[in-house]
């Protein structure tokens, strides 16, 4: 597809630059744009204002590593990761093929809030959540990420439709949280999340890869999200954990980094952030 035959939002060149694994700077030299512009684009909720060459350039840029925008059935774009194959094809660099997959995929992305319990010992919930979601999701073939700020969740879960169903199931009783509300639940081609993965904490250092997006202005607001919005924030939370300074916690135990952590919520409790 070309630039002009679909318009292409902030949300949506964020979750496909998270997917490419790229930083601004290099998808910037990738596209022949300036910095400016990709951080512009990228800060712009809904369609951006760019010209078609400009749109083509990191369309084609994105293309190149096995990246593509594609119209979904309700008239939006969705961004994928091309297969492999599709990718030697078109001479492009790509990662490892997916898992080949034996049953139709459903992607969920729900956010909720922490009950009182939770927040005032927030170190166990996060723990018992983590354990507890690793040893289901693995059973059920479940995969994606759980982000926490400030007592709000973020999730989204991709696997078998009745796998997802369950999961989800089990989340909506789940005494720990409350509010909880779908952002979409749709059937997709290919998964965007191979494994499972649980961000928490807030640093300074976040601000340079986190600064202008509109749900973390005010503490955390997930309720503001797209779901596009939210494919892109989650890519790029799991993305951090492999990033200091959270390679420098422990897997389990009480978290050294809490006394520099910006989250009230798990730095009143010193909460342990591990991934799961």
């Known amino acids: 597809m070309s630039g002009g035959s679909f318009g292409i939002t902030g949300e949506q060149i964020r979750a496909a630059r998270a997917l490419a694994r790229l930083e601004q700077a290099e998808l910037a030299r990738l596209c022949?744009?300036?910095?400016?512009?990709?951080?512009?684009?990228?800060?712009?909720?809904g369609p951006v204002d760019a010209n078609t060459r400009t749109l083509n350039a990191i369309i084609e840029a994105l293309s190149g590593l096995g990246i593509q925008f594609d119209g979904c059935e309700d008239g939006g774009v969705g961004v994928c990761r091309?297969?492999?194959?599709?990718?030697?094809?078109?001479?492009?660099?790509?990662?490892?093929?997916?898992?080949?997959?034996?049953?139709p995929l459903r992607r969920l992305i729900f956010h909720s809030v922490a009950n009182v319990a939770s927040?005032?010992?927030f170190k166990a919930s996060i723990d018992e959540i983590s354990r507890?979601?690793?040893?289901?999701?693995?059973q059920l073939g479940i995969t994606g990420v759980l982000f926490s700020s400030n007592g709000r969740f973020l999730q989204v879960i991709e696997g078998p439709k009745d796998s997802v169903r369950q999961a989800f199931g089990a989340i909506s009783c789940d005494p720990r949280h409350s509010m909880v509300t779908v952002l979409q639940d749709r059937d997709v081609a290919i998964r965007l999340f191979s494994d499972w993965?649980?961000?928490?904490?807030?640093?300074?250092?976040?601000?340079?890869?986190?600064?202008?997006?509109?749900?973390?202005?005010?503490?955390?607001?997930?309720?503001?999200?797209?779901?596009?919005?939210?494919?892109?924030l989650l890519?790029?939370?799991?993305?951090?954990?492999?990033?200091?300074?959270?390679?420098?916690?422990?897997?389990?135990g009480v978290c050294p980094l809490a006394d520099n952590c910006l989250d009230e919520t798990c730095s009143a409790s010193n909460g342990f952030h591990g991934a799961a």
């Not at 507890?132 to 693995?138: D, H, L, P, V, W």
């Not at 993965?197 to 503001?224: H, M, N, Q, V, Y």
């Not at 790029?236 to 492999?242: G, I, L, N």
């Open 32 to 45: 022949g744009l300036s910095l400016e512009t990709i951080k512009r684009l990228e800060r712009i909720r």
């Open 82 to 103: 091309l297969p492999a194959r599709m990718a030697r094809e078109a001479g492009h660099r790509h990662a490892p093929p997916p898992k080949r997959e034996t049953q």
């Open 119 to 121: 927040r005032q010992d």
């Open 132 to 138: 507890s979601s690793a040893i289901q999701n693995e």
């Open 197 to 232: 993965s649980l961000c928490c904490g807030r640093f300074a250092s976040d601000d340079a890869i986190l600064k202008g997006e509109p749900s973390l202005d005010d503490g955390f607001r997930p309720e503001t999200l797209s779901p596009a919005g939210a494919l892109g």
């Open 235 to 252: 890519s790029v939370v799991r993305d951090m954990q492999a990033a200091p300074p959270r390679t420098n916690r422990p897997v389990s």
